[in-house]
């Protein structure tokens, strides 16, 4: 059985309701460290544009920054929406963090969903296939060493990253279309839906490829530790109802009506949903006993501007149960 992972993520957002951003910045990167000590898998910078509170715009420089104060934690940026980039600044970002990471960066590729983001880069929503596929050529070819013209355009990526770039890139999405992309570049595999790595799987076999990684959705999305439960709800709750109203007025922008963030307004609707747990230490391993193959255990220690002081409470908490998740990870080979 695959082993899980143990994973911290960012979104940077600060609301007014929460810490400044200076201190979430600061924070982020401090948290980061400690994660690559205590021997976390990998920590994931998020993409989205033009929000009020501050939604990370660009995970490249964030990798960057990451990748110069870390030495083993592998470093996932995304998804990254490709339709709203130019492919060879892609590849160009993507060549350098490799290379500063010294070979531990990893890229998200999705197709984007919200129809603002797409207006605000005068991209149509309706072209995002066809930019999602130019895209992913241009940069694999680019990243290879390739020089080429891209369009009427001399495309010449160096440096080169240090690791093989379809050791590097993975397609994301939650729709059929994705898994099938996935495999026609030959390329590992993120989706939003874990149902969809049995057509991965066969897409890549019947071209006579093996499947390559494989990143599942976190479920919950984030895990917040504490010692008392009822005391942790209290702390994180503003911050999670944040996030969960923000991803539902997207879905609503696509005319999405069934997103599991809609009608997470109180805590006894988050509780039931599952999105965001709050567990003690035993809780969460007894948890991570069960996970399936492919699975993380997430946190998001700033979750929705929640304060550092609380996020650090988790972490600390996290950093004495790792000895019993490392153990749990040996037992399943």
Known sequence: MSQFRTSLFFDMRAPSFGAPVRDIYAAALEMTEFADRIGMTKVGFMEHHGCDDGYLANPFLMGAAVAARTR??????????????????????????????????EVIFG???????????GVSLH????????????????LSGEAFDGEGRDILVRPLPVQ??????????????????????????APANPKLFALYESEMRERGQVPRAMHGPGRPLCIHLAEDVEAGWAELLPHAVHVASSYAAWADETGMHKSPFHGLGTEEAMRAAGIFRVWTPDQMLEYAANLPPHATLGFMPLLGGLSPEAGWRCLRLLEQAMPRLRALQSQRG
């Open 164 to 189: 093989d770039p379809r050791d590097i890139l993975l397609v994301g999405g939650g729709v059929k279309a994705s898994a099938i992309r996935a495999a026609r570049f030959d390329l590992g595999f």
């Open 111 to 121: 197709a984007g969903y919200v129809p603002s983001e797409f207006a605000r880069f």
């Open 72 to 105: 083993r934690i592998r470093i996932n940026l995304g998804a990254v929406v490709l339709p709203l980039h130019d492919p060879l600044k892609v590849a160009e970002d993507i060549a350098i963090v490799d290379q500063i990471s010294r070979g531990r960066v």
């Open 127 to 142: 072209d995002r296939a066809k930019l999602m596929d130019r895209g992913i050529e241009t940069i694999l070819r680019a």
